[in-house]
């Protein structure tokens, strides 16, 4: 399939509505497990760390779900790959929320990770290569309802109350099984390229270098985004900030990294992909060191929400114009990014405990400069294949 028709047939408005919607219920999933571990504690009698293992098995089964899908994805649909996904989804949140014991509680939350994976991946990718020059924007349009999820979930439980968790899963149960309804809406097959199941080596090392640059951001940047997420109430009580006001002040970040994801659907229609990536991570870098300074912290902390927002959709989106024929490429880079979340934050966690709190940003700070580095290395390697097929007196971007 070439380009022009992915960018008429990857969806129709039905399509993305409910793709949109599907990337809510998965946001809104991920949040619940934080509220109910109190509760899983008491109903099986678990450890506070045994109850943080649903949250593991959670990305485990979403590292899974990304493999799998692009493994088998040459012999089915997206219409069908699709449709299991949300439908491993909905058994999973009804099975987590009524698991007669611990042991069946990990199963259930890993059959939602390995649907959430499946989905995840099937629709960024789909979105990232299949409206043409729109496909950036359209990528950050999904991710940001991700974001709308995660912040109307805890609002959810503060509701009903926390020991009332299972109805929560159970809603997002049934809002897996809404998205079935408009499958018919989403292209059954959108090629990139080959569609081959393999490395990028057309190029040679040159394709490699610019998957292990995409690799880097995306390591990296989720590690910043679960990072701060993580550990941002730490530092700023240990920095004399009150409890109530920490955690306020990281609601805020996530809600600022939802609104930044809504405007740079607005702003991937006007900014060259190249120069979202380069201010994005700039500016992640710039106020991860500034969120050292105690009086600044709170709204540095917010300033990194603002700028990570475009990282993850828009880095799709470019990793499928950079390196067209390897559609395993996506895979790879989601998979990486959902570990990138799973090992990052205990390793901040025994940063901070080796070097204290001071330590989370500086940190968070060197892995930023990083990205940035290695989106100025993806720029010099696209210039000079550019330039090697220009004519003489062309400047490559």
Known sequence: MNASANTSSAATPAGVIASCFGFMVIGAQQALYGPAIPYLMQKYDISPGMAGMSLSAHFLGGVLGVLLFHGVYARFSNRSLLGVSYALMAIGCIAFAYAPSWPLALGAAFTIGLGYGGMDFG????????????????????????????????????????????????????????????LGSISNRTEHGDGAAQLPTQGGSRGLLLLGAFLLIYVFHVAIETGVGGWEPTHLEDVGYAASFAAAATAVFWLMMTLGRFLSVFIGLRWSTERIMLVSCAGMALCLAAATIPAAAPYAYA??????????????????????????????????????????????????NRSGTLAAPLFMALLAFVCLLAVRLIIRVLGAAKSAELPRGNTPL
């Open 123 to 182: 629709l960024n990718f789909l979105f990232s290569v299949g409206f043409g020059k729109r496909s950036v924007s359209m990528v950050n349009l999904i991710n940001a309802h991700f974001g709308v999820g995660a912040i109307a979930a805890p609002a959810l439980i503060a509701w009903i109350g926390a020991q009332n968790y299972q109805i929560a899963f159970v809603a997002c149960a049934v809002g897996s099984a809404i998205p079935l309804l408009a």
């Open 303 to 352: 300033g990194v929400g603002l700028f990570i927002a475009p990282l993850f959709p828009t880095g799709l989106a470019w990793l499928n114009r950079c390196v067209p024929e390897a559609r395993s490429a996506t895979a790879y880079v989601i998979a990486a990014a959902m570990l990138g979340g799973v090992i990052f934050p205990p390793l901040i966690g025994e940063i901070i």
